[in-house]
Nanobody, 124 residues
């Protein structure tokens, strides 16, 4: 099993920045890729970004491209999401997830392990 714990959420004004962290523990050798998803009230969970666990390959949703950056520190078993130029529509609970299968995938169903989520609120 893999355990994931997110941190770093909070309240920020539009145009501001936040950095989310996701610490992985347990059988991390299972992990092929890590992803960030978000879910706003009344909406489905949506893909934000993904990164391969052992390389620098990344993939982003169009809505965050150029504003968000996903990165990883394998020595610390941690994945980060740097969020800049935040907008009110970025407000959501952000989840990190781990995928055991090959590929950078964008659907929640493809991921095997999930964190508990961290709230990000962007005020206008």
């Amino acid at each position: 099993q893999v355990q994931l714990v997110e941190s770093g959420g909070g309240l920020v004004q539009a145009g501001g920045s936040l950095r989310l962290s996701c610490a992985a523990s347990g059988r991390t050798f299972y992990i092929y890729a890590m992803g960030w998803f978000r879910q706003a009230p009344g909406k489905e969970r949506e893909f934000v970004a993904a990164i391969k666990w052992t390389t620098s390959n990344t993939y982003y949703a169009d809505s965050v491209k150029g504003r968000f950056t996903i990165s990883r520190d394998n020595a610390e078993n941690t994945v980060y999401l740097q969020m800049n130029s935040l907008k009110p529509e970025d407000t959501a609970v952000y989840y990190c997830a781990a995928d055991r299968s090959i590929g950078l995938r964008t659907t929640p169903e493809a991921y095997d392990y999930w964190g508990q989520g961290t709230q990000v609120t962007v005020s206008s």
